[in-house]
């Protein structure tokens, strides 16, 4: 996220007729279901989607419906995204990340197994100031897990707990390790492999 100070000034014109789009996704296939609002504040648009959704329990997203300058109609996501599209950057993580906790937050609530959708967990991998491994659970008895909790291999799970520790020898303000970014990158795309069917990963050290 970025901030800096405009002159309101700069604008050469406004409206007050946005038209929003929800989406609902349904059950392990991620089944989709869109409806349009109108006359309707941004405030509106969001109380809307969580009722439709079930206060959180089913996963969705919100648009605004534009037209650009060939009068072609899109969207501009205003929270979350496609969720059956995969994200390919930091900022459409970010928006699937969005979904996905407001969905667990739901089920935890509700006393129900914090698993997405499609049946899996949702393990996400970041470094942080503490030892271990940078593998974590949201709403989980342990949250912060260990390599052994999730039955990898001793290999990857060496090779996540070095990767961390890289992370925890550097002093606050220093640059990150040279190569540690490439590597955490191969790190992931590991984890997937030998959690395939059983956890979705969520890297949450992308770079915008």
Known sequence: ???????????????????????????????????????????????????????????????????DTRGLRGLIWLSGMDYNDPPGSAREWRRRRQMQDRYLAARHRLGEPVVLPDGQRLIRVFPEWVRGWPLWENFSDEYHLAGPDLGLTPELSASLYEWNEAWQTRGVDDPEPEGWYERGLELVAQLRDELDGVAEVRPEFLRD
């Not at 405009?6 to 349904?26: G, N, Q, T």
């Not at 279901?33 to 329990?57: H, S």
């Open 1 to 67: 996220m970025r901030g800096s100070e405009v002159d309101e000034r700069d604008s050469a014109w406004e409206r007050d007729d946005a038209r929003y789009r929800i989406y609902v996704f349904e059950g392990a296939g991620n089944a989709v279901k869109t409806f349009d609002l109108e006359d309707a504040t941004v405030e509106e648009a969001l109380e809307t989607a969580d009722g439709l959704a079930g206060r959180g329990e089913r996963l969705w997203s919100l648009a605004l419906v534009e037209n």
